[in-house]
């Protein structure tokens, strides 16, 4: 099995899991249970799996809120596979 080391904790490993993917589009919301992403065995950090959010933006197009991430988990070259730029997000109420 693939596994990553961690961006945040550089302890732990990047290991693939399943969560809920939730979404807004419009003024839906979206969910897809079963959705694959990765997850650190040490801190919790999480980030979508690529290939599965590939197809989510294909589907659902791309996601037009902002996606800033701290410039420290940037990642290097462009990856095909693994884990992804993006994460879960918590929306403000």
Known sequence: ?????CPQC??????????TYVRRVGNRLVT???FSLWRCDFCGYTRYDRV???RI???LGPNTEDW??????ASGPRQTDG??????QRWPF
């Open 32 to 34: 897809i249970p079963n």
């Open 57 to 59: 933006d294909l589907l």
């Open 83 to 88: 884990p992804a730029d993006r994460g879960p």
């Open 52 to 54: 599965a959010l590939a």
């Open 68 to 73: 800033e991430e701290d410039e420290r988990y």
């Open 1 to 5: 099995m693939t596994t990553y080391p």
């Open 10 to 19: 550089n302890l732990g490993h990047l290991h693939l899991a399943r969560s």
